[in-house]
């Protein structure tokens, strides 16, 4: 972070808002025109501090609003079953987010399903189905509190 300015910030913290606003909309709201601030978010896009744009889409209006945490620990850990682990789990479409973590269980998995029902299928015919996993303890989010898609800077 070294590099950003109070400016950069600003416009980072601006477009995790809203990163459908133009580049003529930005520069109005961090008072500079529109060249150097289309220059910045080129250069905050090449060096990775912003990684995409993205819709953020209703759960519930998809049929996708059953969320689950689901604690994985694999039977063994070495760098070729984890390898395989993550690899199989890239591919799963249920699976909103992975997390390496610490502590009694190796990964955690957000997944989003349309109901419990499809739940215990996908318990059964997904994930039963990856040879490396030892066990796993399902935690049903009966509502979401809180829900930031951006990073306080």
Do not use: W
Not at 20 to 45: D, G, I, M, W
Not at 68 to 96: T, Y
Not at 115 to 142: C, E, H, P, R, W
């Amino acid at each position: 972070m070294d590099t950003l300015d109070k400016i950069d910030l600003k416009i980072l913290r601006i477009m995790q808002n809203n990163s459908k606003l133009t580049t003529k909309e930005l520069a109005q709201q961090v008072n500079l025109s529109t060249t150097p601030v289309f220059e910045r978010l080129k250069r905050l896009e090449s060096e990775g501090y912003i990684k995409k744009y993205v819709a953020i889409l209703d759960a519930d209006k998809l049929n996708c609003g059953f969320i689950v945490f689901c604690s994985v620990k694999l039977k063994r850990v070495n760098r070729e079953i984890a390898s395989d682990f993550i690899r199989v789990i890239q591919d799963i479409p249920e699976v909103s987010e992975c997390y390496n973590i610490s502590g009694e269980y190796d990964y955690l998995l957000k997944i989003h399903a349309p109901d419990m029902k499809y739940y215990q299928a996908f318990i059964l015919n997904v994930l039963g189905t990856i040879d490396s996993l030892g066990s796993l303890t399902s935690t049903f989010v009966m509502a979401e509190v809180k829900h930031n898609y951006g990073i306080s800077i």
